[in-house]
Structures are given as structure tokens and as C-alpha cells.
């Protein structure tokens, strides 16, 4: 696509509840990730793809939390049994692969956990 | 983890005046990005300066980096109501063999008064 494809925009659950966010990353990007920020903070990283394979976990919260990628293509977000505190926005952003490039972000998802 | 550091958290001003903000990191890095944002949207790279550079433009933008201080800074010339906007830095973590994740401080946010 022409550019990254998050979804959905909104999302709003009951505590407890499991959910899942997708993104759809610029055709031929091999590098995605998966940042997530809170209401007027900075971007705190999750997660970092290179193809299928995910080097970097790193940032996740905690085990309710995981991220898988197929195709080296579309990555879904999942966050089990969620709380209030994962109320946040979700972005996702894919590069050419490599550090050395700049990321290409998604709108975002806005997750709102009642 | 936190990397880069956005100093001043707001900054207000005219249109037509210049804009300098201030972004301070602490281990060694491979290049440094600046990103905006604007309010409830996704970040879009606006810069990047490698670690063997001072000095880059681009438009209205100037990006200084200073390894020795291990801070940049962006200025914004003669700036415009469009400009208001959130601007964040990030940084790689060269040192560490490196890694493919940008990690970003908390952001400037930016008000341009007409």
C-alpha cells in the first residue's frame, strides 16, 4: 500500500477483555515495530521485526502482551486479559530494514481499556 | 528505555520567529532523527544526521549534533501557525553492536501563534 495501515483506529474494551491490532506495512519493508504511546508522553518501544523473526522483545510489558508478523508482511498486536493502564495509542511504523533508515508510521490504534 | 531527551517540554511563540529545540542522549549513538507530530496523528520523519556529521538542512530546518555533549538540536526558521506541532528526537543505540530500534524522547510540543 502507499503508506502504513493500522486497524483498527479505535478500540474501545471492558477490563479483561482480550484485543488485537493490526499493521499493514509499506510493501518491501522488511523492518517493522511496534511502539505505544500514552496521552501526551513520549513513544515507548515493544517490539521490533526484521521478516518474521523478532530480535527484539525487549520493550514488552509484560506476558500479556505478544506480537507475531507473517509473510514478512501484515504484524498483529495481541494484549490479553487487558487492563486500564494499556489504555494507550498503539503505532506501528516499517522501514527499508536497518537502523540506519528512517520508520514510516501508522496513524495509530487508540485503545481505551473501561 | 529512554534515550533522547527534548528539552524544552513546550515552547510557545510568533509566527515568523524562530524555533530551537534541544535534545540530549546518553550513550553513543550511529545517527540521530527527528520526527514530528501532530496532534492525534502518526509521526513522519522529518531529519537525520549521522554520528560523523555536525550539520545538516533541509527547508526551513537546521539540525546541529554535537557528539562530545552527546545533544542536537533542531531549529525551526521563520515559522509558521502550520509548524505547531509536537517534534521528537531518536536516537539508535550504536554502541551496542547495533540495534535496530529508534528509541525517542518525550517531545517538544510547539505552538505557533498567528
Known amino acids: 500500500g502507499a503508506g502504513v495501515s493500522q486497524s483498527p483506529s479505535n478500540k474501545v474494551t471492558e477490563k479483561g477483555k482480550d484485543v488485537e491490532l493490526r499493521c499493514d506495512p509499506i510493501?518491501?519493508?522488511?523492518?517493522l515495530y511496534w511502539y505505544r504511546q500514552s496521552l501526551g508522553q513520549g513513544l515507548e518501544f515493544l517490539i521490533y521485526?526484521?521478516?518474521?523473526?523478532?530480535?527484539?522483545k525487549s520493550g514488552l510489558p509484560s506476558d500479556r502482551f505478544s506480537a507475531e508478523r507473517t509473510g514478512g508482511s501484515v504484524s498483529t498486536l495481541t494484549i490479553q486479559r487487558t487492563q486500564q493502564e494499556d489504555s494507550a495509542v498503539y503505532l506501528c511504523?516499517?522501514?527499508?530494514?536497518?537502523?540506519?533508515?528512517?520508520?514510516?508510521f501508522g496513524e495509530g490504534s487508540r485503545l481505551t481499556v473501561l | 528505555s529512554q534515550q533522547g531527551e527534548e528539552d524544552p517540554q513546550a515552547l510557545s511563540i510568533q509566527e515568523g520567529e524562530n524555533a530551537t529545540m534541544n535534545c540530549s542522549y546518553k550513550?553513543?549513538?550511529?545517527?540521530l532523527q527527528w520526527y514530528r507530530q501532530n496532534s492525534g496523528r502518526g509521526l513522519v520523519h522529518l531529519i537525520l544526521?549521522?554520528?560523523?556529521?555536525r550539520e545538516k538542512h533541509s527547508g526551513r530546518l537546521r539540525v546541529t549534533l554535537d557528539t562530545s555533549k552527546k545533544s542536537s538540536s533542531l531549529l525551526i526558521t521563520a515559522s509558521r501557525a502550520a509548524d505547531t506541532a509536537s517534534y521528537f528526537c531518536a536516537t539508535d543505540e550504536g554502541g551496542r553492536g547495533g540495534s535496530e530500534k529508534l528509541v525517542f524522547g518525550k517531545g517538544t510540543k510547539l505552538t505557533v501563534n498567528p
Open positions: 521485526f526484521q521478516g518474521n523473526s523478532a530480535p527484539d
Open positions: 510493501s518491501g519493508h522488511t523492518a
Open positions: 550513550t553513543s549513538i550511529n545517527n
Open positions: 511504523a516499517s522501514s527499508l530494514g536497518g537502523w540506519t533508515g528512517e520508520l514510516f
Open positions: 544526521i549521522r554520528s560523523n556529521e
